[in-house]
């Protein structure tokens, strides 16, 4: 039977880290593009848009206020939502989350520029980024920050002094590779953006939907194991005591 503590999603590092580094590969390539295309908005890296914000009304710039403002409001909307729908979703979380996220990233290719304090075209793209930090947890139920690095920086250098004063936790030797992860993402995305332009989103848009596919195959192969889920998947970021709001049956 599976361990009855272990309640991420999903319950093994087989299955979690190769997800992990993939989406976080995903999240840098539509950062970059979104970056480029969107006059140097940031679509996941919310300390640059909150640092922006702050020199925006500094100088009373209600244009930029506004426009770093929304952004900021439609990405944590993204968590809300993305967390929400994990819950419901329980072990289909993974190909239910990455469908929505592919549907953003190609839908925001249709939606209206709207204006410069209100950039309607790059709030599905944002969107999409808010609710991929729902798509996985950690060992300790915790979701895994895949579309920013400043945290990933810091557990990476902790660990470190970690190593030398006794033992890092677990989640340090992830560290590293996810911030490498992002950072490749974030150079094929310029690159994508050079060639192609706003039309890049597509691929980020396709590789989603081509991992939304995969973890469905693993999900209906892979049913009541650890590889795909643990005897319990709670909510992201939920209270230790918190009973799950969806749950998979026991591996036999």
């Known amino acids: 039977m599976a361990d009855e503590t272990n309640k991420a999603f999903p319950a093994s590092p087989v299955t979690r880290v190769p997800f992990a580094l993939t989406l976080a590969g995903l999240a840098g390539t539509a950062d970059s593009i979104g970056f480029l295309e969107y006059s140097q908005l940031f679509m996941s890296f919310m300390s640059g848009n909150t640092t922006r ?20 409001a439609i990405f944590c909307f993204g968590a809300f939502l993305g967390t929400l729908i994990a819950a419901w979703s ?7 989350l990455l469908v929505i996220q592919a549907a953003l990233f190609a839908g925001g290719l249709y939606v209206p520029f709207g204006t410069d304090a209100f950039p309607l075209h790059a709030y599905p793209i944002v969107l999409a980024l808010g609710i991929q930090n729902a798509t996985l947890q950690d060992e300790a139920g915790r979701s895994l920050a895949l ?17 030398l004063l006794h033992k890092p936790a677990p989640s340090f030797w992830i560290q590293a590779p996810l911030w490498g992860a992002l950072s490749t993402g974030a150079v094929l995305g310029g690159f994508l953006h050079h060639w192609f332009g706003e039309r890049a989103f597509l691929f980020p848009a396709g590789f989603a939907a081509a991992l939304a596919l995969l973890s469905l195959v693993l999900t ?3 049913k009541d194991t650890p590889y795909v889920s643990g005897v319990a998947a709670p909510q992201p970021d939920a209270h230790p005591e918190a009973e799950p709001t969806a749950t998979a049956p026991a591996a036999r």
Do not use: K
Not at 90 to 96: A, E, F
């Open 220 to 222: 209906i192969i892979l």
């Open 53 to 72: 914000f702050g020199a925006a009304v500094s100088s009373y710039d209600w244009t930029g206020t506004t426009r770093f403002a929304s952004v900021i």
């Open 90 to 96: 329980g072990r289909w979380r993974l190909s239910v």
């Open 147 to 163: 579309t920013y690095v400043t945290g990933t920086v810091v557990r990476f250098g902790a660990g470190v002094a970690n190593i």
